[in-house]
């Protein structure tokens, strides 16, 4: 419960007033604000989260997309991925993800 409750502050804090602005402002420090509390990797607290930069861009998008449209059910992700636009949730599979 500590995990997500950390995780949806740091998300909400960085990114408040950018869901309506279409050409995304996503980059690396966004990423890491918003994703790696959870995303990170390695960790054996996070061994159980799956790990996006292994991931191919294309993949991360649809995965995104999905848990935004609901086609794919998660626990944490839908509520997560609906606070994005479209937009920015391609913007975070180029950056995150692999070519
Ligand atoms: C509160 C913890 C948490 C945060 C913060 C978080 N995620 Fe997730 N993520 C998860 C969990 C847990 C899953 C497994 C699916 C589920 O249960 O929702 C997941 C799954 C995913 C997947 C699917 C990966 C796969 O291979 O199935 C993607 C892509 C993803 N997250 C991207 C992101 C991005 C991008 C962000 C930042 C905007 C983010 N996540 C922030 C916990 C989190």
Do not use: W, Y
């Not at 950018?18 to 995304?24: D, G, K, L, R, T």
């Not at 604000?33 to 960790?43: E, I, P, R, T, V």
């Not at 449209?69 to 626990?75: D, E, H, K, R, V």
């Amino acid at each position: 419960m500590g995990v997500f409750r950390a995780g949806v502050l740091l998300l909400v804090v960085p990114l408040t007033g950018m869901a309506s602005e279409p050409p995304a402002a996503i980059d690396q420090a966004t990423v890491a604000a918003a994703c790696s509390s959870c995303h990170g990797g390695g960790h054996s607290a996070e061994a159980r989260i799956p790990r996006l930069g292994e991931q191919t861009a294309a993949s991360l998008e649809r995965k995104l997309l999905g848990f935004r449209s609901g086609s794919l059910q998660g626990t944490v992700m839908n509520r997560i991925a609906r606070g994005f636009t479209e937009a920015e949730l391609r913007a975070m599979a180029e950056v995150l993800g692999t070519p």
